[in-house]
């Protein structure tokens, strides 16, 4: 028998032990929590940030600035999903002059060269705003009308020039794709021109006869004549030419190619490129660097280049345009989107700030004492906790680096990226694994199904679970309401450090099937979803090579789609054409994800019969994304019950087929935007099921959207999609050499998933202002609130999503290049 004051101390000691435990266990995650040790920032991505020089906060999401022409000003342009505004900064002093809240704008920003007036682009207000700067202080603008407002017609100027008299202003638009000529005296238009395609920015040359414009979508730069009135010709470029550059002659331009990661040279006598450069830590043709910025020194022997999702600058001489040469990277910021130089200063708009950043009571990034530098009066309550509205942007002021110094940052920017080219043709793992490693090496697993979900953070859903890193606080659809999402983890592995890389759907699912999201995507998607304009329906939101199907086609790996890019057998994309479920619904939320359960198995069933079921099928189960308390539609409790069963449903009628000694369930969010989540917004449940997978075991290793489609590409033999897909950690620590063939058995539901929402209060007067046509149609951070309300009570308050910077805790480990 053990005395009382034994077995105290005994319970002591195993609390102890257990604190101990769990403290070691954050360490080795990877926990938010600044270190002195280093100074690089974790992104939820799996990247790291360590960026040069000084900074200066800026708003959300800044796409574009301009310097005035004696460099006396610079204008910044915010285009985020939370407040948009324009700034003008003082570059050499590197302070704050003024901003001015905006309704709409998108990237189109312009001095006159007397540097009197700013011309900023309304966005989808399809107006030019004319700013009269008067002591550094921007005035109420004027605005000149290129059509009616959005949803009437669609413009939305974006790149503009004036020339040096101030008698003509050129503006671009990306929506009908034309060329407005415009006399800012008057305000008035002058002719139209007709572009052969989307339209992203412009530049003037120094004698003013030529205007050069990037068309986005169409790989092409045009050049129009401005003494004629006509356009002159075509250039061909790189995929997604977006920023433009002249150097002061005028005898080259350069062009940003965001999708080839590289810059068009071209000899603007002859019109034609006479050089690429490449602009890729290694070389690789995968995507992922994203070249989207350009800068020359005062002396023009060096041109900046910003690669928005390498985080860094590209640096080369060109002193000799044709024979260009790297002279290394620079480190900056999350996502930069342009860069500038001034004097011997290097200025970098950072289009997703610093950091993603930690904070309880939702992200302050405005406040005194913050470490990303002064007040800047941008704020709005309503939205700010949206992850959405994360995207404080930064300017970077970097000195620019003598060789020494250039040698250091190159380095840094190595090790700020998990990327290598070594990556591409092994990636990590262990030998016997049936997880391979390269190109040749079998798995065991023949048949992959791949499960896309709907906005749902980790906290929401599995964190009630003790075994967890979870805040069962902030748990609303725990265990009664999703007993099989409980029962995968439980049964398999629990994994409770998984981040989804996108932020919404409308670049989750790009994420989700292509490892990558185009810079048209991450451009525009906030504008959709702060209601300030349509979702993107122009050209060149696909990676250059398609999403995973596109690879599947190309290396005969047999597929199909259960409602993800398509329905009902109708494909949005051509490679589907002919590989979709004849049966199963896309994204409708009146349709029961039971439907959809019975549309696969029907399916499922008459391929076996004809030993013909896909090595690679995607489904689309997504009810979770709930219609909020709109009344008559089901309850938010009803759709993720619902929900939860259909996928408990899958997982049991495959393992109860003859093929599921050989196949594997992979299931995640699209993105986590629908709430709280203690560790990081990004957070998000991910599951992991099938015969070679571990049992009862839980897993806190760092993984990512992309981790998970690297994974399914190594067991089919496929090659990696971008760069991102390549740096993620494979799930091989989920796998066991040794198969468990005990079937699944589905959880019954619990809760009614027949429920409808019938109460009449504030949350459903909401609600039916909302449009749920379309996934994430309705505003994110009101529908977050409704469904919290729905669980816990009208009268309940929701609490603030917590935001976290990863900073690394330990030293990496040297790569393994066995």
């Known amino acids: 028998m053990i005395k009382p004051f034994t077995k105290f101390n005994t319970i002591k000691s195993i609390l102890f032990t257990a604190l101990l435990i769990l403290f ?18 974790l992104l939820p991505n799996g990247w790291k940030l360590s960026p040069a020089g000084r900074s200066l906060p800026l708003g959300d999401l800044p796409l574009n600035m301009q310097l005035s022409a004696t460099g006396r000003i610079l204008a910044v342009t915010n285009n985020g999903q939370s407040t948009q505004s324009v700034q003008l900064i003082d570059p050499k002093g590197e302070k704050l002059l003024d901003q001015k809240v905006l309704n709409k704008s998108w990237y189109g920003l312009a001095f006159s060269h007397d540097e009197k007036d700013l011309y900023v682009s309304g966005g989808y207000d399809n107006w030019i705003l004319d ?16 059509g009616k407002p959005w949803p009437q017609s669609k413009t939305c100027p974006t790149g503009m020039v004036t020339n040096k008299s101030n008698s003509r202003l050129y503006a671009v638009t990306k929506e009908d794709s034309s060329l407005y000529v415009i006399e800012p005296a008057t ?46 010709t075509l250039i061909n470029t790189g995929n997604h030419p977006n920023e433009l550059l002249l150097n002061k002659k005028g005898a080259y331009l350069f062009v940003a190619n965001a999708n080839d990661n590289s810059v068009s040279v071209i000899n603007t006598k002859s019109n034609k490129v006479i050089e690429t450069i490449s602009t890729v830590l290694y070389p690789t043709k995968l995507a992922g660097s994203t070249t989207n910025g350009l800068a020359l020194s005062a002396n023009e022997s060096t041109l900046y280049i910003a690669n928005a999702d390498n985080n860094c600058l590209a640096v080369f001489d060109v002193t000799k345009p044709g024979n260009s040469k790297s002279q ?33 009571q ?18 709005t309550k309503s939205k700010i ?4 509205g994360l995207f404080v942007g930064s300017l970077s002021f970097i000195d620019a680096p003598k060789p020494e110094q250039q040698k ?47 906005n749902r953070t980790y906290d929401q859903v599995l964190g009630d679970m003790p075994q967890g890193n979870g805040d069962s606080s902030l748990c609303i659809f725990g265990k009664t309401i999703t007993p099989n999402q409980h029962a995968i983890a439980n049964e398999f592995v629990l994994l409770d450090n998984f981040y989804v890389d996108a932020e919404v759907s409308e670049d989750g699912h790009n994420w989700s099937m292509g490892a990558y999201a185009t810079d048209v995507i991450e451009k525009t998607w906030p504008t959709n979803y702060s209601s300030r304009g349509p979702s993107f329906s122009g050209d060149g939101s696909a990676p250059n090579d398609g999403y995973i199907w596109d690879y599947c086609q190309r290396a005969g790996i047999t597929y199909r789609s259960y409602g993800e890019f398509g329905a009902y057998g109708k494909a949005s994309i051509k490679s589907l054409q002919g590989h979709m479920g004849p049966h199963s619904p896309g994204f409708d939320l009146n349709i029961k994800d039971q439907v959809r359960a019975d549309a696969w198995e029907h399916d499922f069933d008459s391929l076996m019969t004809m030993n013909a079921v896909p090595q690679f099928n995607t489904l689309r189960i997504s009810d979770d994304h709930t219609s909020g308390q709109q009344k008559g539609k089901y309850s938010p409790i009803a759709a993720v019950a619902d929900n939860d069963l259909a996928v408990g449903r899958i997982l049991e009628h495959l393992a109860q087929s003859s093929i599921w000694k050989e196949s594997v369930v992979f299931i995640l969010e699209d993105d986590a935007q629908a709430g709280p989540d203690h560790i990081d917004a990004h957070r998000s449940p991910a599951y992991v099921a099938g015969p070679f997978v571990k049992r009862n075991t839980v897993i806190h290793s760092m993984y990512s959207t992309t981790g998970m489609l690297r994974t399914i590409e190594l067991i089919l033999g496929l090659p990696p999609m971008s760069q991102y897909d390549a740096a993620a950690l494979p799930f091989y620590e989920c796998f066991t050499s040794k198969p468990d063939l005990t079937p699944y058995k589905v959880r019954p539901a619990i809760v009614d998933i027949e429920q409808r929402n019938m109460a009449v209060n504030e949350s459903s007067k909401r609600s039916e202002k909302f449009n749920f046509a379309r996934e994430d149609a309705a505003p994110d951070l009101d529908l977050n609130e409704i469904i919290w309300k729905s669980v816990k009570g009208e009268n309940s308050v929701m609490p603030a999503p917590k935001r976290s910077a990863f900073v690394i805790l330990e030293k990496k480990k040297k790569d393994d290049d066995d």
Not at 28 to 37: E, S, V
Not at 191 to 201: C, D, E, I, N
Not at 203 to 225: H, M, Q, R
Not at 336 to 360: E, F, Q, W, Y
């Open 24 to 41: 070691c266990f954050c360490a080795q995650a990877q926990l938010p929590g600044k270190m002195k040790q280093t100074s690089q920032v």
């Open 362 to 379: 939702g992200p302050q990034p405005f406040s005194k004492g913050n470490n990303l530098g002064t007040h800047t009066g941008i704020t």
């Open 328 to 360: 290394g990277f620079i480190p900056v910021g999350w996502y930069p989107t342009n860069v500038k130089t001034l004097g011997n200063k290097i200025i970098v708009a950072n289009g997703k700030g610093l950091t993603s950043m930690a904070n309880p």
């Open 187 to 232: 305000h008035t238009i002058l002719k139209k021109v007709q572009l052969p395609g989307m339209a992203y920015s412009c530049t003037l040359t120094p004698d003013e006869k030529t205007l050069y414009i990037s068309l986005w979508g169409v790989a092409k730069v045009a050049a129009y004549n401005t003494v004629s009135e006509n356009m002159e």
């Open 385 to 388: 906790q949206y992850i959405g």
């Open 408 to 454: 250091g940052y190159t380095k840094q920017v190595y090790a700020n990226t998990p990327f290598t080219d070594k990556r591409t043709i092994q990636a990590d793992g262990e030998a016997g694994n049936p997880i391979p490693r390269k190109a040749g090496e079998k798995s065991p697993i023949k048949h992959v199904f791949y499960i896309i979900k709907e």
């Open 131 to 146: 700013f009269h700067i008067k002591d550094n202080k921007l005035g109420n603008p004027d605005t000149i009308r290129l």
